[in-house]
Nanobody, 117 residues
Framework: VQLQASGGGLVQAGGSLRLSCAASVRTWTMGWFRQAPGKEREFVGGITWSGGTIVADSVKGRFTISRENAKNTVFLQMNSLKPEDTAVYYC???????????????WGQGTQVTVSS
């Protein structure tokens, strides 16, 4: 399973970005994690094939996760971005029947999101 993420970049605080991640095969659950410098990787959000979603409390109300099953693609719409959202964002996928929080078996290469103050 290959995952190709895109959409990262540099944005000012309060701005928006939309990340995309395309999987090479049909997946059951897809999600996003992020890792800031010097910190552990943290769960951002996940979505099942049937559309069940969960997002971390730290991004709730600002980030929305969605997917387009026909294209095996997951999206992360990030609004009202803050400097503390700066991190490398990784998409992940599971081909088994895991819940929106995982566990995840496959990982993408990561895309950098930088939010300036």
């Amino acid at each position: 399973v290959q995952l190709q993420a895109s959409g990262g970049g540099l944005v000012q605080a309060g701005g928006s970005l939309r990340l995309s991640c395309a999987a090479s095969v049909r997946t059951w659950t897809m999600g996003w994690f992020r890792q800031a410098p010097g910190k552990e990787r943290e769960f951002v959000g996940g979505i099942t094939w049937s559309g069940g979603t969960i997002v971390a409390d730290s991004v709730k109300g600002r980030f929305t996760i969605s997917r387009e099953n026909a294209k095996n693609t997951v999206f992360l719409q990030m609004n009202s971005l803050k400097p503390e959202d700066t991190a490398v964002y990784y998409c992940a996928a599971s081909v088994t029947g895991s819940g929106a929080r995982g566990p995840y078996d496959y990982w993408g290469q990561g895309t950098q999101v930088t939010v300036s103050s």
